[in-house]
């Protein structure tokens, strides 16, 4: 099994190129279902996660390739079947974004459970509840969700419980192809649903409010062909951002979309970043001195992004001060702070809150990656430390991350992959 050896203290200088983002390819190539044209994606990162979308779509019958310029070319002419598998949909739960769109196009689908995860239960009833709004039948049988329609989709007006990121997708992508209107309130406003939505627009979507809480769809009977370049991850800006804080060094981000990074940006100005924002680049600067510890309560979107949490923890171990990160969106995402402990942090956990404060120094010790973001705090904490830091289990980090030791390598870092 792969580790990562990382020798902190170095400080990290250099650019960085950012990836697409993981969170709208995955929807994206999702919605590539939609349509019996080709769809011509770029920008989309090399991820295991990626990888898994690709092997879910090929499962369904469609044909994936990638031309030369890296371009991903999907045809979903000729599907052969609506049954997302268990293997598939058990490593990875954003294999249920395939639901509305097989939803749309056949009137059927079949997706595997996707069972409880590392970051707490995560369930998927809003997005049943908007399949059964739109006139699905859903039923659960041998582990498989299986929904059905008599006549296909028709448009609705639903209201998320609780405002979901998935399920705000899984019911854009079904409306789109349905029969009349849907307004879909409360939902989500995160950057990767208006790139999804662009995506949409450009097969010939009628949809609007994207960046609002309140989307209307008017159902088209037909999608086409497009292309269409996935957006900056901002959540891999963030982590880099925080690891040229953490250790105290200078790094400028391209391709970046600061305007994606909003909060993110105004935390590291608190805790004393000096943060320059520039067409497509950001720097991050830190070589005045110690950062401040900071609070922040994760919130959906334009709130703190619960992705960037774990990564502020680690910043805040070695800061200047005491910080509390509460965490609202996910139940047991606090896991990288025992890990912390481990490596001479000073952080109490109290229910949803682990409060922290700020060492000079911390020390670099074995430790364990429980999910993805939580993978990347200790790649930034391993950084900051003194000595050696071993992170097991970074096949988490594989899923979200493109090259991450590389692009940390580019820029100064000592790490290492490594196998046992
Ligand atoms: C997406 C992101 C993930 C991010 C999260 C929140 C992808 C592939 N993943 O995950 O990186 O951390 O948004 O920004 O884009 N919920 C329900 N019922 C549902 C659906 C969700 O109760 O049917 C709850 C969840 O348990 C959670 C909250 O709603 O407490 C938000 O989850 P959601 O926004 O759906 O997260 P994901 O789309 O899974």
Do not use: W
Not at 167 to 182: I, K
Request: overall charge negative; aromatic content about 4%.
């Amino acid at each position: 099994m792969d580790y990562f050896r990382i020798r902190g203290g170095t400080p990290l200088q250099g650019n960085i190129r950012i990836s697409g983002a993981k969170n709208a390819a995955l929807p994206i190539l999702a919605a590539t279902l939609l349509t019996r044209d080709v769809s011509s994606l770029s920008n989309v990162p090399h991820l295991n996660d990626v990888t898994t979308m690709v092997e879910l779509l090929g499962a369904l019958g469609a044909e994936v390739s990638v031309d030369e310029t890296t371009m991903l070319q999907v045809s979903a002419a000729a599907l052969t079947n609506q049954r997302a598998p268990y293997e598939l949909v058990k490593t990875m739960r954003a294999s249920i974004l395939v639901m509305g769109p097989l939803l749309a196009r056949f009137g059927a689908a079949e997706v595997s459970f996707p069972g409880g995860c590392a970051i707490g239960s995560r369930p998927v009833d809003l997005h049943l509840k908007g399949f059964e709004a739109m006139g699905a039948e859903i039923d659960v049988r041998d582990g498989y969700i299986v929904a059905t329609t008599r006549d296909g989709l028709v448009g609705c007006d639903f209201t998320f419980e609780t405002v979901t990121v998935g399920g705000t997708e899984n019911l854009l992508m079904a409306a789109v192809l349905a029969d009349g209107r849907t307004i879909l309130r409360n939902a989500a406003r995160e950057p990767e649903i208006t790139d999804l939505v662009c995506f949409l627009r450009g097969m010939g979507a009628d949809i609007a409010g994207d960046g609002s809480s309140t989307l209307t769809i008017n159902g088209v009977s037909e999608l086409k062909a497009s292309h269409y370049r996935v957006m900056p991850d901002r959540i891999e800006a963030g982590t880099f951002l925080v690891a040229a804080a953490a250790t105290r060094g200078r790094i400028t981000l391209e391709g970046a979309n600061a305007e994606h990074l909003g909060v993110v940006v105004d935390k590291l100005r608190d805790a004393g970043v000096s943060v320059l924002v520039e067409e497509g680049r950001i720097t991050a600067d830190m070589r005045s001195g110690r950062p401040k510890a900071v609070d922040l309560i994760t919130a959906p979107y334009p709130g703190f992004p619960t992705d960037m949490q774990a990564q502020f923890t680690a910043l805040n171990v070695i800061a200047e001060g005491e910080g509390q990160i509460t965490e609202t969106i996910f139940e047991n995402r606090l896991m990288q702070a025992r890990e912390m402990s481990r490596m001479g942090a000073d952080i109490k956990i109290d229910g949803r809150t682990v409060i922290i404060r700020g060492r000079e120094q911390i020390n670099g010790a074995p430790v364990m990656a429980s999910d993805l973001r939580a993978s990347a705090s200790l790649v930034i904490a391993g950084l900051a430390a003194v000595g050696e830091t071993d992170i097991d289990r970074i096949y988490h980090i594989d899923r979200g991350y493109e090259r991450i030791e590389e692009k940390l390598q580019s820029v100064g870092a000592n790490i290492v992959r490594k196998s046992r």
